[in-house]
């Protein structure tokens, strides 16, 4: 159990004392006042705007305290080792950062793989409040981390995070701002830890039970896998409205990877079981890749995932009911 120590505390006031390097991305619920519809099949191209990508995704779920739900503890775990070492994550080489940005800078250099489940860990935090801000969130992983509760991060780590029915998020006020469930459905983000300069990236995925964020298992894991695509391919997220380094993939109104195809959801079926993903952009096919996708050796997979029928289902009911009603970043 982590105690409020006099280190922690001071690590907590002094994340939230300062400015986030970034700006959380979310998967939006209300309308937006961004100039752009929402694209469902874009005729621009993301593109790189320099930043770092994550390489090979190592996930840990983290659960917020003892009260999460049951369903999404105990079948999370498989979802991720399902997702994570298959053909959904093979095609997203095209996002490798091998090439200049598009302000003339050099990439990173990166190629993006399959990734791997790490576990799952349950915080005692020392932030008790039901209602949290993003800087009440990193302060609190990165206090999490010095007390040795969460692994060290390295350039690979995404804390995604699952919190219990009855907690609230704010992101604040304006067009970017507003609260779990009723705004949004869930946000990743990274940071630099004021502690040694280390970069923490993490998801924040809100128990909302339906409000439009889909329902059941599978609602929560199209969103899920929303987010942890767009972790991997752009995990610095700054001002969506002008998008730049260190961003990674973008187009130029801010839309993520996975925001431009949240019209849809297929699966990746495993050796048993079958998970619930949502579509993603690709440049390279100038559309929405619609899966199906498959657990297991590549070639493997590949040969097996041509012969399974894509799922049509729309992520959000809100979307479905409306699609120009919402924007996702």
């Known amino acids: 159990m982590m105690r409020r120590s006099t280190l922690a505390a001071a690590l907590i006031a002094a994340i939230a004392a300062a400015p986030s390097s970034a700006a959380p991305h979310a998967l939006w619920l209300k309308p937006r006042t961004h100039p752009a519809p929402f694209m469902i099949e874009s005729t621009n191209k993301v593109l790189y705007y320099g930043g770092p990508v994550i390489s090979n995704a190592k996930v840990y779920a983290v659960f917020w305290g003892q009260g999460v739900d049951a369903q999404t503890q105990s079948q999370i775990g498989p979802f991720f080792s ?18 200049k940005a598009v302000d003339g800078r050099q990439g990173t250099n990166q190629t993006i793989g399959r990734g791997t489940y790490a576990g799952a860990i349950t915080i005692t935090p020392a932030n008790t409040s039901s209602n949290l801000a993003d800087s009440d969130i990193q302060a ?46 869930a946000y990743h983000e990274g940071f630099k830890s004021p502690r040694d300069g280390s970069s923490i990236f993490y998801g924040v995925m809100p128990s909302c039970g339906g409000f439009g964020c889909g329902s059941g298992f599978d609602g929560l894991s199209a969103t899920t896998s929303h987010e942890t ?7 610095f997220p700054t001002d969506g409205t002008n998008p730049s380094y260190p961003q990674a993939w973008n187009d130029d109104q801010g839309n993520e990877v996975a925001d431009l195809c949240v019209q849809g959801t297929s699966t990746v079926t495993g050796p048993s079981l079958t998970s619930t993903v949502q579509w993603i952009w690709s440049n390279r096919l100038g559309a929405c890749n619609q899966g199906p996708w498959t657990h297991g050796p590549a070639a493997v997979a590949a040969a097996l995932a041509g012969r399974l029928p894509a799922v049509h289902t729309p992520l959000l009911d809100s979307v479905a009911a409306d699609p120009s009603g919402a924007f996702g970043r």
């Open 82 to 99: 399902n997702i994570l070492d298959s053909t959904y994550m093979d095609w997203l080489s095209e996002y490798d950062t091998n090439i």
């Open 229 to 235: 695509i767009e972790a991997i391919t752009d995990p």
């Open 140 to 185: 609190e992983l990165d206090a999490q981390i010095a007390a040795g509760k969460l692994p060290k991060a390295d350039a690979n780590t995404l804390y995604m995070v699952f919190f219990p029915s009855g907690v609230n998020i704010s992101l604040g006020s304006g067009s970017d701002g507003g609260d779990s469930c009723s705004a949004f459905c």
